[in-house]
């Protein structure tokens, strides 16, 4: 089968795959409101947050107004999202290839991720003001650690036979990671993708709520202090959706790039 089939079949499993989870959290959500009886003013259902978005009279500044804070929210998430993952990359590199600096930072780094996100939001609008620049180191803080794990234990998952043949060959350190480990820490990078890319997204939440009062984080919270519920929970929804997409999307370019790897393997074997 052409490496072109796999990827149209993997993109319809991803998209069915997508639809079927999209159509069982809207029954499970429609169902719950109808089990516990909530207030129809303060819990809105699937119906009642399309209709706020498409077929009210005001439906178009809605949409506006949502997509708008959306961007916002977006372009602070990837670039933590980008400055998270690349510093995860690097370390771990730098991990493997020296381990004396592992041991001196590794504990380092635990010690940072069990003190909780909140707590450090002060200390770094402090250091980098209440703009774009705290959005963007509070999304690559959640997202650096995880990463980092995931990363760091792909890297030392290669085969120690490979390993000891390019060693013996007179290949350098640099030269088993390139050829043996890199490769082979794929699915944990993949992984490490797929954890990063909801922790982007609520870094940037977290950050525009506490520091920059921008994008959905700022206006879920401002909407929810207004008693404007279809806002609140549009928004919600709305990066709901975007952020399971991502990860969809996430998925599908990991069985591609791993299928491609394994047919070109099997090819050279």
Not at 20 to 31: H, R
Not at 165 to 181: Q, W
Not at 244 to 259: C, H
């Amino acid at each position: 089968m052409s490496f072109a089939r796999v990827a149209l079949l993997t993109v319809a499993r991803g998209l069915l795959t997508g639809l079927i989870t999209l159509v069982l959290v809207l029954v499970a959500w429609q169902g719950l409101l109808l089990l516990l009886d909530v207030s129809p003013f303060l819990a809105k259902g699937p119906l009642d947050v399309w209709k706020w978005l498409a077929t009210v009279p005001e439906a178009a500044d809605n949409r506006a107004m949502v997509l708008g804070n959306l961007v916002v929210t977006l372009s602070d998430a990837f670039l933590g999202f980008v400055a998270g993952l690349t510093c995860a990359l690097l370390l771990a590199v730098i991990f493997t290839l020296f381990r004396g600096i592992e041991h001196a930072l590794m504990p380092i780094a635990l010690l940072l991720r069990s003190v909780p996100l909140v707590a450090l939001v002060p200390i770094i609008s402090l250091i980098t003001g209440r703009g774009l620049t705290t959005a963007v180191v509070m999304g690559a803080i959640v997202v650096l650690f995880p990463a980092l794990v995931n990363i760091a234990f792909g890297l030392r998952s290669s085969s120690p036979q490979i390993s000891d043949v390019i060693t013996v060959y007179g290949g350098s350190a640099f030269t088993t990671l390139r050829k043996v480990a890199l490769p082979s820490s794929l699915p944990s990078f993949f992984a490490a993708v797929k954890i990063s890319v909801p922790g982007a997204i609520t870094g940037a939440l977290l950050a525009e709520w506490l520091t920059t009062g921008q994008g959905l984080g700022n206006s879920i919270v401002a909407a929810v202090a207004k008693v404007q519920n279809s806002e609140v929970w549009a928004s919600v929804v709305v990066i709901t959706i975007v952020s399971l997409t991502l990860y969809g999307l996430a998925q599908v370019v990991e069985n591609l790039v791993l299928r491609r790897m394994s047919m070109d393997q099997s090819i050279t074997s």
